[in-house]
């Protein structure tokens, strides 16, 4: 079976803040994996596909600022939580560089 997805998922466990922007309360959070195109973090309630999101990621020395938006949310089995999957949007070029480098440091060890 042939992949659909554009970009290498990274299977790497970082903080993350982040708020829908149709709400005014933050939650905190951890990503599962993370890619060029976005990232996979868990939340503890159900995100609509298509919502908007703002992610304040944790990157070790880096804190990285994207807006986002769902591609899809599963529940988590046996669990009352859920992943969202993040798509990046509106990222401009040189943090995109940026957030490339960092992702190549950290997994040629």
């Known amino acids: 079976m042939e992949s ?3 970009y290498f998922r990274y299977q790497l466990a970082f903080p993350v803040e982040y708020q829908q922007m149709s709400l005014l309360r933050y939650s905190h959070t951890v990503t599962k994996d993370l ?4 990232v996979k973090i868990i939340s503890d309630g159900f995100v609509p596909k298509g919502s908007t999101l703002k992610l304040k990621l944790n990157l070790i020395k880096r804190v990285f600022n ?7 949310c599963n529940r988590e089995r046996f669990s009352d939580r859920y992943y969202l999957g993040c798509e990046f949007i509106e990222l401009p070029y040189f943090y995109k560089n940026q957030y490339r ?7 040629d060890n």
Do not use: V
């Not at 807006?67 to 899809?72: D, G, H």
């Open 101 to 107: 480098d960092f992702l190549n440091a950290i997994t």
């Open 66 to 72: 994207f807006k986002t938006r769902i591609a899809w």
């Open 4 to 6: 659909k997805r554009k």
């Open 35 to 38: 890619s060029l195109g976005g």
